[in-house]
C-alpha cells in the first residue's frame, strides 16, 4: 500500500504542476516559427531576437499568442518586422501551415510584394481557423485577389495601402468575410454581389 501511495502522490503533484508551469509550444510550431524568422530576416535582418533556436517555450517569444491549454499558437501579430532596407519580399505562405489553430495573422508593413511561385495565399487558405488576416500596407498588386479565395473563416481582411487599382470584383471573396479594408489603393470601381457596387 505504501508504495501505491507514493505514486499516487507523485502522480497527483505532477498533474497540479502541469497547470501551473509555462507550456512550450509544439515543435513542428517552434521550427516552422524559426523558417519564418529566417525568411523575414533574409538575406541579413536582425528582427526577432527573442525568437531563439535554443528556447523551447516559442509561446513567450515577442509577437505570439498561444492558447493556454493547448501550447498552439493562435495570434501572431509580425507587424513592421521585415527591415524596409532589405526591399519587396515574397512571402512563402505555406511556412504558415503547421499552425492548425492560427485565428489571427497580421504582416502589415512588411514589404511583402506577393507569394513564392507555388506557395501563394491559397495556402493560407488551407489555415480553417484564420478569422483575421492584415496584409496592410505592403506591395501586393491586383494578382493577390486570385489567391484571395477559399478562405472558409475568414471575417476581416486587411488589404488597404498596397498597389490594387483600377476595378475590383469582390464577388468571388465573400463568402465568410464580414469585413474588408481597402482605402489608400488606387481602385476606381467595386462590384460585390452583396448589394452595392
Excluded at 502522480?11 to 497547470?19: A, E
Excluded at 513542428?28 to 538575406?43: G, Q, T, V
Aim: hydrophobic share 40%; net charge negative; charged share 15%.
Amino acid at each position: 500500500m505504501g508504495l501505491f501511495l507514493q505514486v499516487f502522490t507523485v502522480l497527483v503533484i505532477t498533474v497540479s504542476l502541469q497547470g501551473w508551469l509555462p507550456l512550450g509550444c509544439l515543435e513542428e510550431e517552434r521550427i516552422a516559427l524559426l523558417h519564418l524568422k529566417d525568411s523575414l530576416n533574409y538575406p541579413n535582418g536582425t528582427s526577432l531576437p527573442s525568437w531563439i533556436k535554443a528556447d523551447a517555450h516559442c509561446c513567450d517569444w515577442e509577437s505570439i499568442v498561444c492558447n493556454s491549454s493547448t501550447g498552439r499558437v493562435t495570434r501572431l501579430y509580425l507587424d513592421s518586422v521585415r527591415n524596409q532596407e532589405l526591399g519587396d519580399w515574397y512571402l512563402n505562405a505555406s511556412l504558415f501551415l503547421p499552425f492548425q489553430q492560427l485565428n489571427t495573422l497580421s504582416l502589415w508593413n512588411n514589404s511583402i510584394a506577393g507569394w513564392v511561385e507555388n506557395k501563394g495565399g491559397y495556402e493560407l487558405s488551407r489555415l480553417s481557423n484564420l478569422e483575421i488576416l492584415d496584409l496592410g500596407s505592403n506591395s501586393f498588386d491586383n494578382s493577390i485577389l486570385s489567391s484571395m479565395k477559399g478562405f472558409s473563416s475568414l471575417k476581416l481582411l486587411y488589404l488597404d495601402y498596397n498597389r490594387l487599382e483600377g476595378l475590383i470584383d469582390l464577388e468571388e471573396y465573400l463568402s465568410s468575410l464580414e469585413t474588408l479594408y481597402l482605402g489608400g489603393n488606387n481602385i476606381n470601381k467595386l462590384i460585390a454581389s452583396r448589394g452595392n457596387s
